[in-house]
């Protein structure tokens, strides 16, 4: 299995840039695709952003394309989501996952190891 830890969440001004990490435990990263989801206070939870398990493909929501970058590096066992451009509408508290059978999903269902969550707030 993989356990996951977010951080770098905060409060920022709308345009502003923060960067997200997830730090992952366990020998199952590697070989994971990851995702980033996130969940606004009052709606279900969302896509972001997912990276494959070799970095070679990645895939974003409509509404952060452009704006948003995953990436991942195995040597570290780390994921990260760069948002720049931030908007008040991304406020949510923002979930990383990994999907152990490494398939091209933005299901939350597909998805078996998740964080705690780090809270993105954007001020307007």
């Known amino acids: 299995q993989v356990q996951l830890v977010e951080s770098g969440g905060g409060l920022v001004q709308a345009g502003g840039s923060l960067r997200l990490s997830c730090a992952a435990s366990?020998?199952?990263?590697?070989?994971?695709?990851m995702g980033w989801f996130r969940q606004a206070p009052g709606k279900e939870r969302e896509f972001v952003a997912r990276i494959t398990w070799n970095g070679r493909n990645v895939y974003y929501a409509d509404s952060v394309k452009g704006r948003f970058t995953i990436s991942r590096d195995n040597t570290r066992n780390t994921a990260w989501l760069q948002m720049n451009s931030l908007k008040p509408e991304d406020t949510a508290v923002y979930y990383c996952?990994?999907?152990?059978?490494?398939?091209?999903?933005?299901?939350?269902?597909?998805?078996?190891?998740w964080g705690q969550g780090t809270q993105v707030t954007v001020s307007s």
């Open positions: 996952a990994a999907d152990l059978s490494a398939r091209y999903s933005t299901q939350t269902s597909d998805y078996g190891a």
């Open positions: 366990g020998r199952t990263f590697s070989t994971s695709t």
